[in-house]
C-alpha cells in the first residue's frame, strides 16, 4: 500500500482548519513561523525557541504551526507541536487529534489516523472536520461505515450537508450509484464546488447524460470559468449529441476557463463534437493534437484516437488517409477482432467504388485480401467472409464471364445448404449464391442441367421465385 493512499485524507480540509486556527490566535505567529519553516534555516529549533514561548498556552497557535511544519511534510515537527498543543489543552483540543491523525494518514496508518480523529470527535462532537476525515480512511474498509459516521455528525449539526459528504465517499471510492443517490438528496445550492463536480462525474461515469448536464450547468451559473464544470458541460453536450453546445463550451474549456490543463481526452472530445458538427477537416486537427498530448501514455488510448482519425478522414471521403490510418490502428492491436479485419475491407471497398478502371480493381483486390485473411484468422466468420468475396469478385467481373464469384458462391452453398433451420441473413445468402450460380450455368456455360440443379433448390428455400422457375420450364 502506498503512502498516497491517505495523502488526500490529511490534506483535504487542512486549508481550512489553518484559517481558522490562525484567526483565533496571532495571525503574525503563524506567518512568520511558515516563513522559517519555509527558509529550512540550520538552526530552526532554535528560531522556533520564541516562538514556541510566547505561544505554548495557546494551543490553537501550536496547532497551526503544526500544519505549516506538515505542509513541508515534516511529521516529526508536525507532531511534536500537535502534543504541545494538547498539553497546552489539557487534551482537550480537537484541531491538535486531527492533526496527529492526518500525521498517520500521511505515514500510511489508516487504523492509527482514524483513532486519532475519533478521540478529536469525543473532543469536540460538532467539528464536521473530524467527522469527514474518519470517514475517508475508513472508506477504505468499509465506504458504507464511513457514511455511518457521517451520520453521526448529522445529528450534531443538522446544518452540515452530509449527504453531500456521503456522495463524496462514495464517489472516491468508485460506488457511483451510491454517490448520485447520496448526491440527489442533497441541496445543489448549498455544495461545494468539488462536490458538484463529483456529483456530475458520477452521473456521466453512469451515463446518465442530462443529469450530469443539469448539475454542469448549475455549477457553472455559481463560477462560469470553472474548468471541471466546462468540461463536463461539453463531454455531456457531445455525449447528448447537442453539437452546436458542445462546441460552445469546448470554447469555453479551452478559451475562458481559470487553470484548465488539457488532457487528450479534451482533444479527442473535442474531435468527436467537431465530427457530429460536420466539421471533419478540423477534428483531425484535434485529433492530431491529442496524439501530441503527454499522458497519451499507452497503445490502447493511441489506436483508439487513430481509428477515429481515421473515421474522420472516410468522413471527407479522403479513403487513402482514412485506410493508412486505419491500418496503424490495426497495427497498434495485439489481436485485432473479426469485426475490425472486416472494417478494414469495407473500406478498401468504399475506396474503390469511388475509383474507375485498374484503380478501381486494384482497390478490390484489397478488400478480397483482407475478406481472405478474415477467413483465415477467425472460422467463425467464414461465412461472412466467404459471401463478401463473391460479392467483391462479382464487381471484379460483373458480367460473369470469368467465373470470379463461383468459387465463394459455391462455398457458401457448400457451408449454408445443409442448415435445416435458417435464419433470414442465411437465406438471403443462399438465394443470392444459387442466383448467381442458376445465371452462370444457363448463361455463361449453356449447361441447363446444372442450371436446373441450382434452380430446384431455390424452390425449396424460395418457391415462387420466377427466375428458377422460368430455368425449370426450359428444355
Known sequence: MKAIKYLFTAALLAGFSTAALAQ????ADVDAVKKIISNKPADLDKQMKPFYKANKKNADNLVAFGREFLNVKDTANAKVYAEYALQASKNKCAPAFILLGDIEAISDNGGGAAAQYEQAIYVDPKNPDAYYKYANVYRKISPAGAVAKLNELRQQRPDIAVDALAGRIYYM??????????????DMSKMEERDLSDYAMSAFF????????????????KNPRHAAFNRLAFFNSTELKNFDDALMYADALFN????????????TYYGNALIGAKQPQKAIEMYELALKQ??????????GVVKQLSDAY?????????????????????????????????LHMQHGSTLKDNEQTEAFKMADETYADLAQKYENAAEYATFMRARVNGQLDPDQSKGLAKPFYEKLVELIGPKTDLDNTEKARLKESYHYLISYYFIQKDDKETAKEYAAKMLVIDPENQIATQVMGTK
Not at 471510492?173 to 442533497?186: I, M, P, Q, T, V
Not at 471527407?316 to 477482432?337: G, Q, R, V, W
Open 294 to 303: 503527454e499522458d497519451m501514455d499507452n497503445k490502447a488510448k493511441r489506436a
Open 314 to 346: 472516410r468522413d471527407m471521403d479522403d479513403f487513402p488517409n482514412a485506410i493508412k490510418h486505419y491500418k496503424d490502428y490495426l497495427a497498434s492491436m495485439d489481436k485485432p477482432t473479426a469485426n475490425d479485419l472486416a472494417a478494414l475491407a469495407s
Open 173 to 186: 471510492s468508485n460506488e457511483f450509484d451510491k454517490a448520485l443517490a447520496a448526491y440527489d438528496k442533497a
Open 206 to 221: 453512469k451515463q446518465k447524460y442530462d443529469k450530469a448536464l443539469e448539475v454542469a450547468k448549475f455549477g457553472l451559473s
Open 256 to 267: 475562458k476557463s481559470d487553470s484548465a490543463k488539457f488532457s487528450y481526452y479534451d482533444y
Open 24 to 27: 483565533d490566535g496571532s495571525k
